[in-house]
């Protein structure tokens, strides 16, 4: 029997040396994101981006979604690199908790950013996601969230370049698919 092709809603955009919003979510939204997980997903992601020359400007992991902010050379890598990091992170945790053949990971969701503004505005909206999931409080507990790479750049830059880049491009500006609702 013959069945349609699945086609990602909405469709992916590809878009070479452009910069790339990603979000992906556990299946039904599954708090699989342990820290040794976590962890684990940053090793892979590291490893096929290098692979695919795909640059990290930000990431956030929180236990059932993970975001990140990159730029690519060659936009038909993008879903090349998540199928390796997602094939390989799935048979090696289904594995490991002897439940073979579950589905992990939901497909991923991408945004091509625009300008400078819509740039800062996902770069604070990710850096914020793990505040905004209460995997910490406030700002100083995020500097030692490792699952994000809001320290990273607070390292760099520190603390008045960090509330510079909040204050000129604020998160309240953007708006998440996950936060509209349907009707």
């Not at 349609?4 to 992906?24: E, G, R, T, W």
């Not at 684990?40 to 902010?69: P, R, T």
């Not at 090696?92 to 939901?106: A, C, M, V, Y």
């Amino acid at each position: 029997m013959n069945y349609p092709l699945k086609i990602h809603q909405p469709p992916h955009v590809f878009v070479d040396n452009a910069i790339y919003f990603i979000s992906v979510h556990t299946y039904e939204d599954q708090p699989l994101f342990t820290d040794e997980r976590k962890k684990e997903l940053l090793q892979i992601i590291n490893k096929y981006f290098n692979n695919f020359s795909l640059g990290i400007f930000a990431y956030a992991i929180v236990d059932n979604h993970y975001h990140l902010l990159f730029k690519v050379k060659v936009a038909k890598d993008i879903s090349e690199a998540f199928k390796m990091i997602h094939g390989s992170l799935s048979h090696k945790w289904n594995k490991d908790d002897n439940l073979e053949g579950r589905t992990i990971f939901q497909n991923y969701w991408d945004y091509c950013i625009g300008d400078d503004k819509d740039f800062w505005t996902h770069f604070n909206y990710i850096h914020i996601n793990p505040v905004k999931h209460g995997l910490v409080k406030d700002f100083e507990e995020l500097k030692s969230y490792k699952f994000c790479s809001y320290f990273k750049w607070f390292e760099k830059n520190g603390e008045k370049w960090m509330s510079e880049c909040f204050e000129n491009n604020p998160v309240s500006d953007y708006i998440a698919p996950g936060d509209l609702i349907k009707i």
